[in-house]
């Protein structure tokens, strides 16, 4: 079960973290954080290994951090400097490890962030 939180409003140049719970098979695959923007289709955003090697999107490179806490089955996302174009619902997911990482499981509710003045 794919659990997401941390969402909510926030001005352009503010921060949010974001957390993601899912128990079980967390520390021994990878996990991926991807966004889906109103009328657009969901894209990748950000991933961690299970040895924490991370990769963006070019988008967010430099001022989002993904980040896991193997003791407590939690990623989380660290988004600073954010803009209203990273307004958009935020899911994780285990993924398959790749240039593309390919989503593993049925996605969760994901939580709302919203960039506005």
């Known amino acids: 079960q794919l659990v997401e939180s941390g969402g909510g409003l926030v001005q352009p140049g503010g921060s949010l973290t974001l957390s993601c719970g899912f128990p079980g098979l967390f520390s021994a695959t990878a996990m991926a954080w991807y966004r889906q923007a109103p009328g657009k289709q969901r894209e990748f955003v950000a991933a961690?290994?299970?040895?924490?090697?991370?990769k963006y999107t070019g988008s967010v490179q430099g001022r989002f951090t993904v980040s896991r806490d193997k003791a407590k089955n939690t990623m989380y996302l660290q988004m600073n400097s954010l803009k209203p174009e990273d307004t958009a619902v935020y899911y994780c997911?285990?993924?398959?490890?790749?240039?593309?990482?390919?989503?593993?499981?049925?996605w969760g509710q994901g939580t709302q962030v919203t960039v506005s003045s």
């Open positions: 997911n285990a993924v398959i490890w790749g240039d593309v990482p390919v989503a593993l499981r049925s």
């Open positions: 961690i290994s299970p040895g924490t090697t991370t």
